[in-house]
């Protein structure tokens, strides 16, 4: 059987049109030497349908198993693949057109062992999914260090490549699910391997759609980065800390304001602040009024839901 240059591997629990969505994308991919693997992983509501619509339009192929997890079924599709690089998307990716040339063009004249990109909001996203996409790519919420010019970028799994040595090398994932991306990509670059930002190889992430699972998502992140800690000691930075002393700190401004309320005003007008340059930041970005005054709420949603996911799971096991 010929062998594709890149062999592209697709989780999916429950979203067959997210999966139609993103199948629907790497139609469109200019540069064709690819296969991709649908991993089912367990889900109650199938995307069978999804593959077969495309199973004339691409090299797809799909597999149902039990449900394990993300990175158990990463790990699945990687035993399976046929490619001299694996890449993983999330089903709720979507990728331009320019991807698979841009990582092609780019290994031709870099030696990488695995690499990431980072992620965006789409036009065709509603305003909320656009700026939970700009707050969690934004400096002023993250750091950088999901991607753009962070010097501490990791490959995060919504948007990773990695060639089949480094996965023989590794054994892929060992978590199951929350940080297993970050947690691979720590050993990666332990193990000696080169691991790198390739700019141009972006995808467009669609965030969830309410706020409330907003919150469920990036507790769970928090969380991760907790176990990433236990697993690997020194990988909780400040940045790291952040949310969750944002989140501490809101929490005083509330007693603080009946015992000192001159430093509980000072504080509240830090955090206004905060909120105005994430609402510039983001109007500059997207020049949309509307995604910057959603960009507020969910700035707040992403930092009070990481910073309580990441401070339960620190304790729990610090005990």
Request: proline content about 5%.
């Amino acid at each position: 059987m010929r062998q594709p240059k890149y062999s592209i591997i697709v989780p999916v629990y429950n979203r067959p049109q997210e999966l139609d969505d993103l199948l629907q994308s790497l139609t469109q991919q200019t540069f064709r030497d690819f296969e991709v693997l649908v991993i089912e992983d367990g889900s109650s509501i199938s995307s069978e349908k999804v593959f077969e619509k495309y199973s004339n339009q691409l090299s797809v192929t799909y597999f149902f198993k039990p449900n394990s997890g993300p990175g158990p079924s990463r790990n699945f599709g990687f035993e399976k693949a046929l490619g001299e690089f694996f890449v993983v998307f999330d089903s709720d990716c979507q990728v331009p057109p320019h991807y698979l040339e841009s990582v092609e063009k780019f290994l031709s004249s870099t030696h990488l062992d695995a690499w990431g990109g980072p992620d965006r909001g789409h036009e065709k996203f509603t305003p909320l999914q656009q700026a939970m996409a700009f707050t969690m790519s934004s400096t002023l919420t993250t750091g950088g260090i999901r991607g753009g010019k962070s010097k501490n970028f990791q490959p995060r799994s919504f948007n990773m490549g990695i060639s089949r040595e480094a996965f023989h090398k590794t054994g892929g994932f060992h978590f199951d699910r929350f940080a297993e991306d970050i947690e691979l990509s720590i050993r990666m670059k332990k193990l000696g391997l080169r691991v790198g930002l390739i700019p141009d190889a972006f995808v467009y992430h669609q965030r969830r759609a309410t706020l409330k699972d907003f919150f469920k998502q990036v507790s769970n992140f928090g969380k991760g980065r907790a176990l990433v800690g236990q697993a690997h000691r020194g990988e909780i930075k400040i940045t790291h800390w952040f949310p969750s002393l944002f989140l501490l700190g809101l929490l005083a401004l509330i007693p603080m304001a009946f015992a000192l309320p001159m430093i509980a005003s000072i504080g509240a007008v830090g955090y206004i602040l905060y909120f105005i340059a994430i609402a510039f930041d983001c109007f500059s970005s997207t020049h949309s009024v509307q995604v910057t005054l959603l960009s507020i709420p969910s700035a707040f949603v992403q930092m009070v839901g990481y910073g309580s996911g990441f401070l339960r799971e620190y304790f729990r096991l610090t005990k």
